[in-house]
């Protein structure tokens, strides 16, 4: 029984550079991935999207690559997400259950296909969790101008909030690329079969929707607030132009009275 372990270390990993200086192992790599082969049956997996998938590595092992591949990553996690899925590669034919996958033997792209997919899961779960702060901080505001009828929030702060929901949206069109196999699983059905179960098994489908349709909600409320803003800030401009013809009305007036 192999054991599959993925994390999400950072928000991305410098792939280039990580690869430009360990290249020992090193089995299949594009611009977005390292497939490493560290034994027989031993496998890691670097994403850009700041995602590290091990197969049959130990904890130590673990530990020790993520140490490694720290100065190459973008911000940091402390509090890592995880998600760990079994492979038996004993089975007489593929069969996909909850948390486990059996397979007809150590197929290097089949175990990197679960790899993928385990891996997509977890980013997942970090970018859904990245869209639920911005959710509770979009009804903070929205609460404040129900009861105010009023927004709380400055112009730079919206465009902030603006700013972070659109880098969220592209990291994961950029990054997340649930809805296209693999072009392994284009001319082998085995593997198309293998990718296509375990998309079903992490409904990764279903929550990039969900992630996706989360972010237009908040994009909707943020250019209402962009739009309540510029009004605001309109009427603002509106009545400082009223005062300074009123003042200019009054100092004519001041002076033709005078002389």
């Known amino acids: 029984m192999l054991k599959v372990q993925s994390y999400q270390v950072a928000d991305s990993i410098d792939i280039r550079s990580f690869r430009s200086m360990y290249k020992e192992d090193i089995y299949q790599f594009d611009a977005a991935e390292l497939f490493y082969k560290t034994g027989a049956q031993s496998f ?45 590669v004993n089975a007489r034919e593929p069969r996909i259950g909850y948390n486990k996958i059996e397979l007809a033997g150590a197929d290097v792209q089949a175990l990197r296909l679960v790899m993928l997919n385990v891996s997509q899961s977890v980013a997942l779960d970090y970018y859904s969790e990245l869209t639920e702060r911005l959710q509770e901080e979009t009804n903070a505001h929205t609460q404040v101008l129900e009861k105010k009828g009023k927004l709380d929030i400055s112009g730079n702060n919206l465009t902030r909030y603006i700013a972070k929901t659109l880098n969220l949206k592209n990291r994961i069109s950029e990054n997340l690329y649930v809805f296209d196999s693999p072009p392994e699983t284009w001319e082998d059905e085995q593997l198309n079969k293998i990718d296509q179960g375990l998309k079903a098994t992490f409904d990764l489908q279903e929550r990039f929707r969900d992630i996706r349709e989360g972010l237009e909600i908040i994009k909707e409320n943020l250019d209402l607030f962009k739009d309540l803003l510029q009004y605001r800030n309109s009427t603002f401009l509106e009545w400082i132009i009223i005062v300074l013809v009123f003042l200019e009305v009054l100092n004519l007036l001041i002076d033709k009275i005078f002389k």
């Open 44 to 88: 890691t997996y670097v994403f850009k999207y700041g995602v590290v998938c091990f197969i049959n590595v130990d904890a130590a092992g673990i530990r020790a690559f993520i140490e490694k591949i720290a100065p190459y990553s973008k911000n940091l996690l402390e509090a890592q997400f995880s998600e760990e899925f079994e492979v038996d």
